[in-house]
């Protein structure tokens, strides 16, 4: 009983107004100002390094604004790292399951069920495989985490906690399509196949009580998905 109220306490982990303004505002600059500065300053920069230089800038800003959030967190990390490690392992079970029966549902909406985002990935990796893999495993998960998680459904979990989930998975899905949509509206649908890692991504940071519980389920996330998706292209 006593393990079961623990796991069921309140969800305390919380940016500052200041932290959580700093994170919110790198959005707008990530998805767009700095790519066109860089591509600006540095026009044949490949996509790959364009890439891994938006991510690499974004980490450092995020640890040097974040930091003091990141470290609030870690404690809870400390306390529990056995039941943190227990989230992560069962919520990527279930993502598994998730994502078996979204794959169900493309395949009944469209003929080929190729992601662009996953192609793109692919992509990169061919080319710059060392930068690539830094890219997904570290500096995506640590500036995604902090906006996505800390930013907006942190911020609004103290709000509504059913709208905290529904603008948080519906915003970190649109997210990762988007900029394929915009040419191409009918990858809007592939949107669907981040939904279970979106709530889940979510779930963990609020049964866990900290950033870092989302963080490194997301680390591990990308790690093995980075790996499949290589593996499965060598083979094919």
């Known amino acids: 009983m006593e393990t079961r109220r623990r796991e069921q306490a309140p969800f305390t ?26 591509c600006r300053f540095f026009p044949t920069i490949d996509t790959s390094w364009l890439n891994v230089a938006v991510y690499a800038i974004g980490a450092v800003y995020m640890l040097l604004t974040q930091f003091r959030f990141l470290r609030r967190d870690f404690d809870p990390l400390c306390d529990r790292p056995g039941y943190m490690l227990l989230e992560i392992l069962l919520s990527y079970g279930a993502m598994l399951l998730f994502n078996m029966a979204i794959s169900g ?42 906006v996505f998680r800390a930013g907006i459904f942190g911020g609004l979990r103290r709000v509504n906690r059913l709208l905290a989930y529904l603008t948080c998975i519906l915003l970190f899905s649109l997210y990762h399509v988007w900029g394929y949509a915009i040419s191409d509206p009918a990858a809007w649908v592939y949107a669907l196949q981040y939904l279970p890692v979106t709530f889940l991504l979510c779930r963990i940071y609020e049964r866990t009580n900290s950033i870092w519980g989302s963080i490194l389920f997301h680390m591990f996330v990308n790690f093995i998905a980075l790996n499949a998706l290589t593996m499965l292209e060598k083979l094919l």
């Open 13 to 38: 982990s919380r940016q500052s107004t200041a932290e959580r303004i700093l994170a919110l505002v790198w959005l707008p600059i990530h998805l767009y100002l700095l790519p066109q500065a860089i």
């Open 105 to 146: 549902i493309l395949l009944l909406l469209i003929e080929d069920v190729d992601n662009p985002n996953n192609a793109a990935v692919i992509d990169m990796a061919q080319t710059s495989s060392g930068p690539v893999a830094a890219l997904a495993v570290f500096l995506a998960p640590i500036v995604e985490e902090l």
